[in-house]
């Protein structure tokens, strides 16, 4: 039996399977990447629900795996040479979920690193830009005055769906007909833009033709619809 007693995060969440991955998170974009992942490659874990509207991700213990105060992070008890190991940043997670099961990353170099600079164009253009969408449509940026922030992410995340739009030009995922972490890292984003965050109208989503198939492709695979629901709230 593992041992994870080592983790101050298991004092707050307690693991009642310590053997299995422990899943820090909450079913946001960010969040549902690692659920969808463990979903998809069918490692045994444990949800444990990080409720970020009440703070929890701030919490010391929460603090104690992830510095920067953010969900997702995990704890696998069978990490490298098998001692446990705690990540942070879902990025990351995913490369390291891949190259745990050998799934959803090529091991041919070029396809690899094709693969890992789409993880890294999500990480680090879509989703830090359709978040200012969803704050300064749906939240509290909705009531500044000032709408010229809200017109340039919007600008900014129609830009990147023109991006999207022309990978998936006779492609059914981002690499091709391989699904891959790119897509794992993306798809949630783009369903939060035009869903949660309603913002399908503001961006032109139904102009597209690519981007929206792609989405409805991820959406239907059974381990999407599961990986969406965890951790949920009751």
Do not use: C
């Amino acid at each position: 039996m593992a041992d994870l007693s080592a983790f101050p995060i298991t004092a707050r969440w307690p693991a009642q399977h310590p053997e299995r991955i422990q899943l820090y998170s909450l079913n946001t974009p960010n969040g549902v990447k690692v659920s969808i992942m463990l979903e998809e490659t069918g490692l045994a874990y444990e949800p444990h629900l990080v409720d970020i509207m009440r703070d929890e991700s701030k919490t010391p213990e929460f603090l104690s795996l992830n510095p920067n105060g953010k969900i997702p992070a995990i704890i696998d008890p069978d990490g490298p040479g098998g001692e446990p190991i705690g990540l942070f940043e879902s990025g990351a997670i995913l490369l390291y979920l891949a190259d745990k099961t050998g799934m959803f990353l090529s091991a041919d170099p070029v396809v690899r690193w094709e693969t890992i600079q789409w993880v890294f164009f999500q990480m680090a253009s879509i989703g830090p830009m359709f978040g200012q969408v969803g704050f300064f449509h749906k939240f509290a940026g909705r009531e500044y005055a000032d709408k010229r922030p809200l017109t340039r992410y919007v600008d900014e995340s129609r830009r990147l769906l023109d991006v999207l739009e022309s990978r998936l030009d006779g492609r059914p995922w981002l690499m091709g007909e391989d699904y891959s972490i790119a897509d794992i890292a993306t798809l949630g984003w783009v369903r939060n833009l035009v869903g949660f965050y309603e913002a399908r109208d503001l961006v032109h989503f139904d102009t597209l033709a690519n981007v929206p198939a792609w989405l409805e492709r991820g959406l239907a695979r059974p381990a999407v619809e599961r990986g969406l629901q965890v951790p949920g709230r009751d």
